[in-house]
């Protein structure tokens, strides 16, 4: 049946940040030198859109994405600078999470800075609310974050299951860790006389997933409901995973990782990220090794998370038909810098950047004659300790020489959308020339 | 099914009336092995009676969705795997391929002893899983296959000199120096050059590793390359690099390519005609034009409506297709696609085990089952615990919870004691039938026909 799909967020009020990525810079040793990966990335994402991430392999989109939950391996890494600010999001006292003026309808509200009692002090720059450098919070901070306030899908998702733990009980623990008030009512367990602090367990540092259900379990008004409980929650991640289209949830939750293909464990680890509610759902390329249908079923489903919380998406993705599809705007990435940033609509009527430029053009159409596909030749440099220059120049058809001397920075050219590129903007003084469209050679 | 629709005519290629390669009810199946002892309990049909015809200098694009079949199907034509039944052709004339399905439409007991000699010689001369060892070897130079996972196909602990080389050696085709000039060539054809000889696959990029398939797979000068997602793996900007150096190849070399991949934006740049899979079986084939302006087979569609494009407007919903591909081991009766479709009929197929399929998310409803007896597989008796456990399943029978064209089949849903006897109307598999010319599909709902 052709159901709801996954349209875009149609609303343009510019909704509060909910992360600011500043100046980021990540770096790897290697034998050759230092490996510029992310070299001075900096964006901002809003409550409620889906911020596209483009460009080829290598060039930094993993190690950005990764870098939110600070799961770049070091050493090799380095963090070579920048911050990642993150708003943590608690429920709106005003109308308890239903929606209010207040709220813009969200239910949730960012949490007061407790450094400053929401004055605006430097630690939450001068915002009054709670805000977080993710690349400087302590561990167990950050590892309450993870999967609770942000929720990452990766693109192999081998790694990011336990091998040792069932499909079921790896999700279960999802729901007893992050939204334990609706396994209760589920269970039909009346709540009232509970602690609400015991009933919100979180998970304790290096504390293995079977662990949690048993505490849960061993408050005295839940024990005698144990079954009814297991009950709930089996319901609760089998209804998960078939809102992902695996076939037989039921049968996958007593399987082990290894015993699934990977479409299959990407779908898995799709439904764990969609069973808690973050504030921030970071998808690196969940979708691309699955089906157009399978994939048209997560969007849509990735989709709903989005009205049902507001929850901001980052999506990575070199698939640029599907990225203008779902997202609202769109950051051309390119051998560790943004060279391109725009609303969506904007960047796919009027790319700027000549590299944007070439990836539209590569794509393959029914209107282009075969074998005459615009391929950018070459692939994308490895940058170890590069010297000031463009990025893309080297591969760039409008390339003048200034372009191989001098850094182009991140400029604006139009109402929200920045381009990095000498054609847009003027090159320091004493360079050789400035380069044109026009020097395009096709 | 007249032989028209087996094998529909494309005016464009028409000219040549060599084909390189014809498939005869092409059917795969792997045995399910279980237990100690290995029992064959069932059989994945993996590839399920196809028919196709790939002529000189064409490309063929083979899509649907992942586990329908594609891979298991390059595999069969490759000669790198025996099919279960059926047949594949190569270097045959139209007139002989006739020839050849009317002959094997004929069941075997029916052939005279002329009818059987005809065809003993005719598979002798082009089957290619009944050729001699020699034309076997000379079927498998003409035939090469790339996949898509370039890495995992080239030996790491070989240098590129020796990858590509291998095959004119093997065929004692060159050797000394004239083997690394020919080498060089073939590198130099695909964008490469002699400074790449002395370098093992991981010290290329991975187009740059799939340019080196493709050298490997060039290098005996092949009439057609079976394509196995060769983009797969790549960036729109590389991927646009190899679809350019293969038309390229294609035009100086005549080669025919069968093109598999799930990208229909690939496809309907590269392919002259189309052939879409679901479940092992082929729904619709025709020229790329037309399936893509005007796609006959619901499959098809809900495929085309899910694949973004650039062109696509950007306010409207992708269109999802509920459920999942059923299993190949048990595929579903009438049209395989009837579990799944948005516009199936009561005529599609309905079965038992869409019983099962349709309902097994409702809670607790065959908890108390404690036997079943199939019958066929439209009907089957079903015995509960109790006589309100079986009463419960006729009244879901006949509510929403099921669709209604599934309602509309169900001929009989009668509880006696605790049994239940389920009755569906019962359905042929649907075939392929013409709806333009060259254009095919396997669908009861024929806007021709209404
Ligand atoms: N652990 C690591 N050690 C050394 N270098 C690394 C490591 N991880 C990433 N890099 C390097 O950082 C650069 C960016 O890698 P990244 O994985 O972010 O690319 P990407 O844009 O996500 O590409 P893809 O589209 O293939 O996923 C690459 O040059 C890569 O080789
Ligand atoms: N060697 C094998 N043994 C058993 N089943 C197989 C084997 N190879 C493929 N299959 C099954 O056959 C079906 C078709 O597979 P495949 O041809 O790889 O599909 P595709 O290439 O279209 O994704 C799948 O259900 C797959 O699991
Ligand atoms: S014109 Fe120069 S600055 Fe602009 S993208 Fe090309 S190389 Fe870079
Ligand atoms: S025969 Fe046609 S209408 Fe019926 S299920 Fe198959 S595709 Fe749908
Ligand atoms: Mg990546
Ligand atoms: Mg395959
Ligand atoms: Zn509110
Ligand atoms: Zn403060």
Redesign the interface.
């Given at each position: 049946m052709m159901s709801e799909g996954a349209e875009k967020n149609p609303s343009k009020s510019p909704a509060p940040v909910v992360a600011s990525v500043a100046d980021l810079q990540v770096h790897f040793q290697s034998k050759r030198g230092i490996v510029h990966a992310v070299d001075g990335v900096s964006f901002d994402i809003h409550d409620g859109e889906t911020l596209g991430l483009v460009g080829e392999t290598g060039c930094g989109k993993s190690v950005t994405a990764r870098s939110f939950l600070r799961l770049v391996p070091k050493p090799p890494g380095i963090d070579a600078g920048g911050s990642i600010l993150f708003r943590p999001r608690t429920t709106c006292d005003a109308c308890e999470g239903r929606g209010c003026e207040s709220c813009h309808q969200t239910g949730r509200v960012s949490a007061g800075c407790s450094a400053c009692s929401g004055k605006g002090c430097s630690e939450c720059v001068q915002s009054g609310e709670e805000t977080l450098d993710l690349m400087q919070v302590s561990n167990s901070r950050m590892r309450s974050l993870r999967g609770d306030r942000i929720a990452m899908i990766f693109q192999d998702p081998g790694k990011a299951l336990n091998p040792a733990l069932t499909i079921g009980s790896q999700i279960a623990e999802v729901f007893y860790q992050h939204r334990s008030a609706e396994v209760l009512d589920a269970a039909n367990v009346d709540v009232s006389g509970i602690d609400p602090g015991s009933l919100l367990l979180k998970r304790q540092a290096a504390q293995q997933s079977r662990t949690i259900e048993r505490t849960l379990l061993k408050i005295p008004p839940l024990r005698s409901r144990r079954n009814q409980i297991t009950a709930a929650v089996d319901d609760m991640v089998a209804d998960a995973l078939a809102e992902t289209q695996i076939a037989n949830p039921r049968k996958i939750m007593q399987r082990y990782p290894h015993e699934l293909s990977g479409g299959m464990r990407q779908r898995v680890m799709i439904a764990q990220a969609l069973a808690c509610n973050p504030d921030l759902l970071i998808a690196d390329e969940p979708t691309t090794a699955l089906d157009v249908t399978v994939q048209a079923r997560i969007l849509e489903l990735i989709h709903e998370l989005q009205q049902r919380r507001q929850t901001a998406v980052l999506y990575i993705s070199h698939d640029l038909s599907l990225v203008r599809r779902i997202c609202d705007r769109v950051a051309v990435m390119y051998a560790g810098r943004i060279v391109e940033i725009s609303d969506a609509d904007q960047i796919f009527q009027d790319p700027r950047h000549p590299y944007t430029r070439g990836l539209l053009a590569a794509l393959p159409s029914a209107t282009q004659s075969r074998g005459k596909l615009a391929a950018i030749e070459g692939t994308v440099p490895e940058l170890v300790d590069p010297t000031p220059s463009c990025r893309f120049s080297g591969r760039c058809p409008n390339e003048v020489e200034t372009c191989a001397r001098f850094d182009p920075h991140l400029q604006s050219v139009g109402d929200e959308h920045s381009v990095a590129c000498f054609i847009y903007h003027e090159p320091p003084e004493g360079s050789g020339g400035r380069p044109t469209l026009a020097a395009r050679s096709s | 099914m007249t032989m028209e629709s087996e094998h529909p005519q494309d005016d464009a290629a028409a000219a040549s009336d060599k084909l390189i390669l014809s498939l005869h009810g092409l059917k795969k199946h792997f045995p399910i092995k279980e237990g100690a002892l290995q029992r064959v309990v069932g059989q994945v049909r993996a590839v399920d009676g196809v028919s196709f015809d790939i002529r000189s200098g064409e490309t063929v694009g083979l899509v649907g969705?992942?586990g329908c079949g594609k891979t298991t199907l390059g595999r069969c034509v490759s000669g790198l795997t025996d099919p279960s039944d059926g047949a594949v052709y190569f270097n045959i004339t139209e007139g002989d391929r006739d020839r050849v399905d009317a002959l094997r439409d004929i069941p075997d007991e029916q052939r005279s002893e002329q009818e059987r000699e005809e065809l003993a010689a005719l598979d002798e001369a082009h089957c290619i899983n009944q050729l001699n060892e020699q034309a076997r070897r000379h079927y498998r130079r003409n035939c090469q296959v790339v996949f898509q996972d370039a890495f995992a196909s080239l030996n790491p602990r070989h240098l590129v000199n020796d990858i590509v080389g291998r095959p004119l050696q093997v065929y004692g085709e060159a050797s000394g120096s004239e083997l690394t000039t020919r080498t060089v060539q073939l590198l130099e054809q695909v964008g490469l050059g002699s400074q790449h000889l002395y370098r093992y696959p991981h010290q290329f990029?991975?187009?740059q590793r799939q340019r080196i398939s493709i050298a490997r797979a060039l290098a005996l000068n092949p009439e057609l390359i079976i394509l196995d997602e060769p983009t797969s793996a790549l960036?729109?900007?590389?991927?646009?690099?190899i679809?350019?150096l293969l038309?390229?190849l294609q035009?100086e070399r005549n080669l025919a390519y069968l093109f598999i991949t799930?990208d229909?934006?690939?496809v309907?740049?590269?392919a002259d005609r189309i052939v879409v899979m679901y479940l092992g079986k082929v729904v619709e084939a025709g020229r790329t034009?037309d399936i893509?302006e005007r796609p006959q087979h619901p499959y098809t569609k809900?495929?085309l409506?899910?694949?973004?494009?650039?062109s696509?407007d950007?306010?409207?919903?992708?269109?999802?297709?509920?459920?999942?591909v059923?299993?190949p081991a048990h595929p579903p009766q009438g049209c395989r696609f009837h579990t799944r479709c948005?516009v199936a009929t009561p005529a599609c197929g309905w079965d038992v085990d869409d019983v099962v399929r349709g309902l097994?998310?409702q809670?607790n409803l065959f908890d108390g089952l404690s036997a079943v007896n199939r019958v066929s597989p439209f009907e089957a008796q079903l015995t509960f615990d109790n006589e309100a456990s079986a009463r419960a399943l006729a009244d879901t029978l006949h509510s929403n919870a099921i669709s209604a064209s599934m309602r509309e089949a169900l001929e009989e849903a009668v509880v006696r004691d605790r049994t239940i006897n389920i009755r569906f109307n019962p359905a042929e598999e649907v075939e392929l039938t013409e709806r333009a010319p060259g254009h095919i599909a396997a669908c009861v709902l024929d806007p021709a026909a209404r």
């Open positions: - | 969705e992942s990029s991975g187009g960036d729109v900007s590389v991927q646009a690099q679809l350019n038309h390229e035009r799930h229909l934006s690939v309907r740049h590269m034009q893509f809900a495929l409506a899910a694949s973004p494009d650039l696509d950007t306010d409207t919903e992708i269109p999802t297709l509920e459920g999942t059923p299993d948005p097994e998310n809670e």
